[in-house]
């Protein structure tokens, strides 16, 4: 065998092996794409008690929701009201009360934060809440760039505690909220 014909044809079944290899690449990847999530189904949110959520937003918007911290939009914890965004361009901050929509759109990032994480501490009845970053963070257990907000078992903490368990103390969130 000349040397061109050695370079045109590879040696002992190579040809075969890469058209095999190259098949069974294509199939995985058809199969991956054909079992790809569909990107019009929605999951819906496992969380506390959204109808028990406005106290908690208020002491969460007040605290943490102004438009330096967690009320701005590059936020992955994004919180809207009084203090900071707004969900309709027309209300300012200061301006117009926290609206259902601002509330609904906290629940939303409060829970979506960490959903499997989030479902498995109310699952559990509220046990064991600080595998929520919400928590640690809040708590300054993990790096915040706002500090340690929540002291345990202080208003605050009991507040969002009793939320994640399903049981709140109103007592505690109208508390939180004189926190400065």
């Not at 501490?121 to 708590?139: I, N, S, Y």
Request: charged letters at 25%.
């Amino acid at each position: 065998m000349s040397r061109i014909d050695r370079c045109r044809k590879p040696p002992g079944g190579l040809g075969r092996a890469i058209v095999r290899g190259w098949v069974i690449g294509l199939t995985a990847l058809a199969a991956a794409c054909a079992a790809a999530p569909d990107r019009e189904q929605r999951v819906a949110i496992v969380g506390p008690d959204r109808a028990a959520f406005p106290p908690v937003a208020a002491f969460l918007e007040h605290g943490c929701g102004t438009l330096d911290c967690h009320g701005q939009i590059g936020r992955n914890l994004r919180l809207y009201g009084f203090d900071g965004l707004r969900l309709d361009a027309a209300d300012v901050p200061g301006g117009q009360p926290t609206t259902i929509d601002e509330i609904d759109a906290d629940y939303r990032s409060v829970v979506g934060l960490e959903p499997e994480l989030m479902a498995a501490v109310v699952a559990d009845g509220g046990a064991r809440p600080e595998r929520l970053t919400l928590v640690r963070k809040g708590r300054g257990s993990e790096h915040h760039k706002g500090g340690a907000l929540i002291k345990v078992g202080d208003a605050q903490d009991r507040c969002l505690l009793g939320w994640l368990a399903n049981a709140v103390d109103l007592t505690a969130c109208a508390d939180a909220l004189q926190t400065p």
